[in-house]
C-alpha cells in the first residue's frame, strides 16, 4: 500500500523520500519496505527476470570461491561475474526477537522484532542503467534517481556481511546508508543499498524502529544476520 510521499529533514536541508517508502500494516503499525526497481526511460524496457533472495549461480570460469574470500569495497564491484545478481540471506528470521512476515515476495522479504521494528530487504535486476564509475557512484545514482533531492553528502559509507558461510573468516561489502532526521511522532528509518554496476543488480535494505534506540539495536541485528551473498558455483 503506497504511502503519501512525506518530507523530512537532513541536516539543513528537507528531503522527500518518494518511491523509497511503501508503508504496509503489520500487526497493526505502519511499517516501512522499499522497492528499487530503477530504468532509465531512454533504455528500451528489459525482460523482467524472477527476483530472488536465494543464493545466486554464476557463469563458469569465474572464481566465484576468490570474491566470496575477500571484502568488496565500492571499488571491487568489478570482480564480480557480468549480469550476475548478488543475492541476500535470511537469518534475521532466526535472530532473538524477530521473525519473518513476508517470504520473498516480489523479491522482498520483512522481518519485525518484538520491539515493532521492520527490517524489508530486496534484490533487484537489470538495474545496469544507473551504472557511472564504480559502485559508490552507481549507488549515489541510485539514490538520487529515487528522490533527485538527495545529495551525495546525506549518504554515508557503511558495511554489512559479505558471504553467508559462517565457518568462513569474516568479510564486509560496503554499501551507502540514509538515515534521516527523526520527524515529530514518526519513526526512525535508515536506507541502506547498494548498486552492483558490473552484475547489473542492486540490494536495498531497510530498518524502520519506533525510536533511535531501537533503531541502533536492529541495525546490529541486520549487521550480522543479514549478509550480502556474492554469486556461487
Known amino acids: ?13 528537507r528531503v522527500t523520500l518518494k518511491a523509497l517508502a511503501v508503508g504496509a500494516a503489520v500487526v497493526g503499525t505502519l511499517l516501512v519496505g522499499c522497492s528499487v526497481d530503477v530504468r532509465d526511460p531512454s533504455v528500451p524496457e528489459p525482460v523482467q527476470s524472477p527476483s530472488t533472495l536465494a543464493t545466486p549461480t554464476i557463469t563458469p570460469g569465474h572464481d566465484a570461491a576468490a570474491v566470496a574470500a575477500q571484502d568488496l569495497p565500492f571499488s571491487a564491484g568489478g570482480i564480480l561475474a557480468r549480469g550476475v545478481p548478488v543475492g541476500l540471506a535470511d537469518g534475521l528470521k ?6 519473518q512476515v513476508k517470504d520473498n515476495v516480489a523479491g522482498e522479504s520483512q522481518y519485525l522484532k518484538a520491539d ?21 557512484e552507481s549507488t549515489v545514482a541510485l539514490f538520487k534517481y529515487l528522490d533527485p533531492t538527495i545529495l551525495p553528502e546525506y549518504l554515508k559509507t557503511e558495511k554489512l556481511r559479505w558471504g553467508g558461510d559462517p565457518d568462513a573468516p569474516a568479510r564486509t561489502v560496503e554499501v551507502l546508508a540514509l538515515e534521516p532526521a527523526v520527524p515529530q511522532g514518526g519513526r526512525a528509518t535508515a536506507i541502506l543499498a547498494r548498486l552492483f554496476a558490473t552484475a547489473g543488480s542492486s540490494v536495498y535494505v531497510s ?11 536492529a541495525r546490529g541485528d541486520v549487521a550480522k544476520f543479514l549478509p550480502v551473498l556474492p554469486p556461487s558455483n
Not at 510521499?5 to 541536516?11: E, M, P, Y
Not at 530498518?207 to 539495536?217: E, H, Q, R, T
Open 94 to 99: 532466526e535472530a532473538p526477537g524477530w521473525k
Open 1 to 13: 500500500m503506497p504511502t503519501a510521499d512525506k518530507a523530512v529533514r537532513v541536516g539543513h536541508r
Open 207 to 217: 530498518v524502520s524502529c519506533p525510536d533511535a534506540a531501537s533503531l541502533g539495536s
Open 116 to 136: 515493532g521494528c521492520l527490517v524489508a530487504a530486496k534484490v533487484r535486476g537489470n538495474q545496469s542503467a544507473l551504472a557511472k564509475g564504480d559502485d559508490r
